[in-house]
């Protein structure tokens, strides 16, 4: 995906951001998960756990869960929370795009 390609579709695209390194994360609200799909040598899917809080009308990302990797084989309409855990290095490489992910979207997250 070229440059501008990228920047029109995280412009339209409020659930959703691709990022310079080939990464992206995407906000699958009917299952309360954002999915983050990572590129390179470790290369995998894994699904953040977010919780709805109904007295602010925002969803939070659940820190409290060891954050995982999916397992292949694990249907991709199912959420999975049984494959191995993220590195320290992983995490805060996912913390740091999450933040720039809740950001963008002040109306539905609370920030990190």
Known sequence: MTSLTRR??????RSAHRFDDGSALYYLIRNDIIRYYS?????GIADIPTVYDAQKGLS????RVDWRWREPTIPLSEVS???PALSDT???E???KLRFFVTKQPNSFEPL
């Open 60 to 63: 939070r990302i659940d820190q």
């Open 94 to 96: 996912l913390f740091t």
């Open 8 to 13: 029109f579709y995280n412009l339209f695209f």
């Open 39 to 43: 590129v390179g040598d470790n290369h």
């Open 90 to 92: 992983e995490k805060a």
């Open 81 to 83: 929370s049984s494959g």
